[in-house]
């Protein structure tokens, strides 16, 4: 039978390393593991791409700003603290504890470094500068829990365009194979190569649409996932972090919001075009080109692509902007 001092050994050490955990992150899944463990085991992955929980096999996204983007595992961190017995120590006096902030060069002090270093900086008492500094973390937070509504809608509303543009697309395939077969019920030739000329054309169409979807799409979720990360970093370090923790956080969590907001990835929009085809009166038809030719016309006005599409003769297909 396991005993408590068994049990908590276990919580505290990384099953990747074995070893007591160092700066334990948490995966979406909420296991943990040491920093330096998950760097090594995702050296081949970038920002932006999936992984799987070492564990429980769980997809997941690396953030942004890469593996160290990832939340703290606070709770963790308490347990080993605790193993441990270490109080908030000095980084630079390990027999001391930090009880001050200095302003001017962004890190906990203790009264040692005070007096060594930092006397004449601007530095408060940790406790009061961690409760400004929360204010700030919060106010950022729910700046960034606005901009994720405003992604989530673009992401939306890309991709309700780019379905009712598919669906524009697939009537016109329809419409063009019908005119196709009156053709050439009413022609001796063949008309097939005409037909898929036509066809080609308007799949390239259909493609570079989808594609543009595609990459605002990608855009949206990446922003989503590294700010959906932030959200949930700043929440826990506000919930259960301990003033040094805020204090620490503080300040690289206030740029990394900037950096999300100034990044408005809802700029970047999608219009797909907008296809109609019109079938000409074949009994009429007297020109070479039974089917007609596709012509691709794009224009650029005030950030929107427009695009016009038309098969001359008597037999067109128009493809007009949004």
Do not use: W
């Not at 989530?152 to 309700?160: D, L, V």
């Not at 022609?187 to 989808?210: C, G, M």
């Not at 039974?290 to 950030?303: D, F, H, P, R, Y």
């Amino acid at each position: 039978m396991a005993t408590a001092a068994s049990i908590s050994t276990d919580r505290t050490t990384c099953p990747i390393c074995l070893e007591v955990f160092d700066n334990p992150k948490a995966l979406p899944c909420l296991h943990a593991f040491c920093l330096k463990c998950l760097q090594g085991q995702f050296h081949d992955k970038s920002s932006g791409n999936e992984a799987s929980c070492p564990i429980c096999r769980k997809d997941f996204r690396i953030p942004l700003d890469g593996i160290g983007g990832l939340q703290h595992h606070f709770y963790v961190q308490e347990m080993v603290d605790e193993r441990n017995m270490r109080p908030d120590s000095c980084d630079k006096h390990s027999d001391k504890q930090v009880e001050l902030y200095c302003h001017d060069c962004n890190e906990n002090i203790c009264i040692k470094c005070l007096t060594a270093v930092h006397r004449n900086h601007n530095y408060g008492e940790i406790r009061e500068v961690a409760d400004s500094f929360k204010q700030s973390i919060n106010d950022d937070d729910e700046r960034i829990v606005s901009a994720i509504s405003g992604v989530q809608e673009q992401s939306g509303q890309t991709k309700r365009s780019e379905e009712e543009f598919i669906s524009e697309v697939e009537d016109v395939k329809k419409i063009v194979l019908a005119t196709g077969d009156i053709v050439k019920r009413s022609f001796e030739r063949s008309v097939d190569d005409q037909i898929n000329d036509v066809l080609t054309e308007l799949q390239a169409v259909k493609s570079e649409s989808t594609h543009q979807a595609i990459n605002v799409q990608e855009a949206c979720q990446l922003a989503l996932v590294s700010m959906e990360s932030f959200h949930t970093y700043s929440r826990e370090l506000l919930d259960k972090g301990r003033p040094s923790d805020v204090t620490r956080a503080a300040r690289e969590l206030h740029e990394r919001a900037e950096k999300f907001l100034n990044n408005d990835v809802t700029a970047v929009k999608h219009h797909p075009p907008h296809v109609t085809f019109t079938p000409a009166d074949v009994t009429q038809m007297k020109c070479i080109t039974l089917i007609g030719k596709l012509a691709v016309t794009t224009n650029e006005q005030s950030g929107r692509s427009q695009c016009c599409i038309r098969i001359d003769s008597h037999l067109h297909l128009v493809v007009s902007g949004p």
